[in-house]
């Protein structure tokens, strides 16, 4: 169980990183928006949003692994480590293999899907 003092200062360090990335990415966006365009800003921001839904293919495999793993060395088993640490690698070589599907079928299908001004295509 963690200590008394380290709770707080766990707590306090991750507040502190979302605020940090709040802060961020408020003064960071009209930037950005002054810079691209707001047609632009807009594309970025959806493919932005579109990639960070791959992230879900995760499932909760690194938080599992991390925990087993650590009980089954902290127990001196090495082969059960081993075998979750192959499983877990394994899954994600499929997750990886589903999320490239994905990637390139949205690559394909997002410009006929999304309108996009002249001004932001490809120039050949």
Do not use: E, K
């Not at 640490?85 to 990886?96: K, P």
């Not at 899907?113 to 001004?119: I, K, L, M, R």
Request: no cysteine; hydrophobic share 55%.
């Amino acid at each position: 169980m963690a200590s008394g003092r380290s709770l707080p200062a766990n707590v306090l360090a991750n507040w502190t990183g979302f605020a940090v990335g709040l802060l961020v990415n408020f003064f960071l966006s009209p930037l950005i928006v002054h810079h691209l365009g707001a047609s632009a800003y807009g594309l970025w921001a959806l493919l932005g949003t579109l990639t960070a839904y791959l992230g879900l293919l995760d499932l909760g495999i690194r938080s599992a692994v991390t925990r087993y793993v650590a009980r089954s060395q902290s127990q001196g088993d090495d082969a059960t480590a081993t075998q979750v640490v192959s499983t877990a690698l394994a899954i994600f070589a499929v997750m990886a293999g589903i999320a490239l599907v994905a990637s390139t079928l949205l690559g394909l299908l997002a410009p006929a899907s999304f309108a996009s001004p002249s001004s932001t295509a490809r120039r050949r």
